[in-house]
C-alpha cells in the first residue's frame, strides 16, 4: 500500500456497509465508522449480510482502509470495578463487531481516572487490555489503537510517554497501536505547526511508543490553542492547526500507508463539509501522486 490514505468518519445510517458508499462519492480511498448506535453499550449482533457486502463492496469502490471507533462510554482507567468490568464489556464488543467486518483497527480513548492517580489510572488500563485480549484469542489481528487525547479533566493519554506506559504493561503489545489526532495533540501541548516543532514531536514519538505503533491519524483543526487542554474540532485550516500543521504531516513520506481520517463538523445535510476539507488536505501534498485518485485537482 503505497501514497495516502485519506478520509472521512462516515455515518452508518442504513447499514455499516453504506459508509463505504459515502466515503467512495467523496473520492477518497479511507474510512472510519461506529459499528453500532455510538450512544449505546451494546447492540444487536454484527448484520452478517452487511458484513458480507462490507466485504464485496470495499475493494471494488477502492476504500483501502478502514477504522472503527468505540464508544465514548468505556472507560478501561476507571477505579470502580462495576464500570471498570463494563467497559471491558464494551470494548470486547466492539473489537468483535470489527472483526466481523474485518476492520482491523479500533480507535479508543484510554479513559479517565476519575481521581485514583495517573500512574493506577495507566496500569488499569493495561490491566483491562490484558484481560480482553485473552478473552479474545480469536482477535488477534484486531488492534485496540489508544488515542491520543487533550488531557482534559483526569483523561490518560495526553503524551506519547503515557501511551508508552500502557502498552509497556500489555502482554502482547502486538494487539496494541496508537491514533494522533491532530486536534488533540496541540491541545496536549504538542506545537507541530514549524517544521522544527514537527521534528520534535516525531522525535518524541519514536523515542517512546515508535513510529511503526502509530497506525492512524484523526485529521481535526483546533478552535483551541496549543496547550489549552480542550478538545474542540473545527475544519482543516481554520482553527490553531493552521494549514502548516497539516501540510508537515501530508508531505511527510514515513506516513504513507498509514490512514488519515476527518472527525471535522458535518454540515446540515450529513457531508458536504467532508468534501471541502478533503480538498484543503489534497491541496498540501507537494506531490499529487500520492493523493487518493479521487482527489486529485
Known sequence: MSGLLLGAHMSISGGVSNALDAAAAAGSNAVQVFTKNNRQWGGPPADQADAARWHEQMPAL??????????????????????????????????????????????????????????????????????????????????????????????????????????????????????????????????????????????????????????CWHFNDSKFDVGSRKDRHTHIGEGFVGLDGFSHILNDLRWDGIGMLLETPKDEDGDGNDARNLAALAGLVDDPTRVPPGLRG
Open 62 to 215: 477502492g476504500v483501502e482502509y478502514a477504522v472503527s471507533h468505540a464508544t465514548y462510554l468505556i472507560n478501561l482507567a476507571s477505579p470502580k470495578d462495576d464500570l471498570w468490568a463494563r467497559s471491558i464489556g464494551g470494548q470486547k464488543d466492539e473489537l468483535q463487531r470489527a472483526q466481523a467486518y474485518g476492520i482491523r483497527h479500533v480507535v479508543l480513548h484510554p479513559g479517565a481516572h476519575t481521581g485514583s492517580g495517573e500512574e493506577a489510572g495507566l496500569a488499569r488500563v493495561a490491566a483491562a487490555l490484558n484481560r480482553l485480549h485473552a478473552e479474545l484469542p480469536e482477535c488477534a489481528d484486531t488492534l485496540t489503537l489508544l488515542e491520543l487525547t487533550a488531557g482534559q479533566g483526569t483523561s490518560l493519554g495526553y503524551s506519547f510517554g503515557q501511551l508508552a506506559a500502557i502498552i509497556a504493561d500489555v502482554e502482547t503489545q502486538e494487539r496494541v497501536g496508537v491514533c494522533v489526532d491532530t486536534c488533540h495533540a496541540l491541545g496536549a501541548g504538542y506545537d507541530f505547526r514549524t517544521a522544527e516543532g514537527y521534528a520534535a514531536m516525531i522525535g518524541e514519538i519514536e523515542a517512546t511508543i515508535g513510529l511503526s505503533t502509530v497506525k
